[in-house]
């Protein structure tokens, strides 16, 4: 769900309810848990947007509860949860000039970009791992709230992301003749 609140601001609500079974007759601990997993995660979102720029400062919590069963280990929990703070500033500029080349008319854009991230850390040794896997790291990741795929883990962070891209378009089509980017993770 996605909305509008007082003035610029937004707000989003994600949800997720799954249910996860498994053969497990060869594991044990953790590993062996089946189960459900509820998620909520709540979001406000104040954007500022210019055509020659962005600035949005975000802020929410990430809510996950289980009820696990088949769990061979008095030791762990049967009904684990974890709930993460985390915040965002998001911002970016676009230039563009207009250049030739092989008498093509392009044009030329320049879009640096940077994204700040905090992040809570809990420890989730105690969590199933149902359906996470470690993205694979390309300059998207760059701007993304959390380094796995799927709810079972959410990366800490605090951290400062820059980066740039280049392009060449155009003008008569649209066609990308040349995309190029760089960046880095403080």
Do not use: C
């Not at 709540?42 to 962005?54: A, D, E, K």
Request: proline share 5%; net charge negative.
């Amino acid at each position: 769900y996605v909305g509008r609140l007082l003035g610029p601001f937004e707000w989003s609500l994600a949800t997720q309810v799954g249910s996860f079974d498994r053969d497990n007759k060869n594991l044990t601990g953790i590993a062996r848990a089946v189960g459900e997993r509820m998620h909520v995660e709540p979001r406000v979102r104040l954007p500022f947007y210019r055509p020659w720029g962005y600035l949005a400062f975000t802020g929410g919590v990430r809510y996950t509860r289980y009820d696990l069963q088949e769990i061979d280990d008095p030791v762990i929990d049967e009904s684990p949860d974890r709930n993460l703070g985390l915040a965002s500033v998001a911002g970016g500029l676009y230039f563009d000039r207009d250049v030739e080349a092989f008498g093509i008319p392009l044009n030329h854009s320049l879009e640096p970009q940077l994204y700040y991230l905090y992040q809570g850390y809990q420890n989730q040794d105690q969590l199933p791992q149902f359906d996470v896997t470690e993205l694979t790291f390309g300059y998207n990741q760059l701007f993304r709230d959390n380094r796995f795929s799927g709810l079972d883990r959410i990366g800490d962070a605090n951290q400062l992301a820059l980066g740039v891209t280049t392009r060449f378009v155009g003008q008569r089509d649209g066609r990308e003749y040349l995309r190029a980017s760089v960046g880095q993770i403080l």
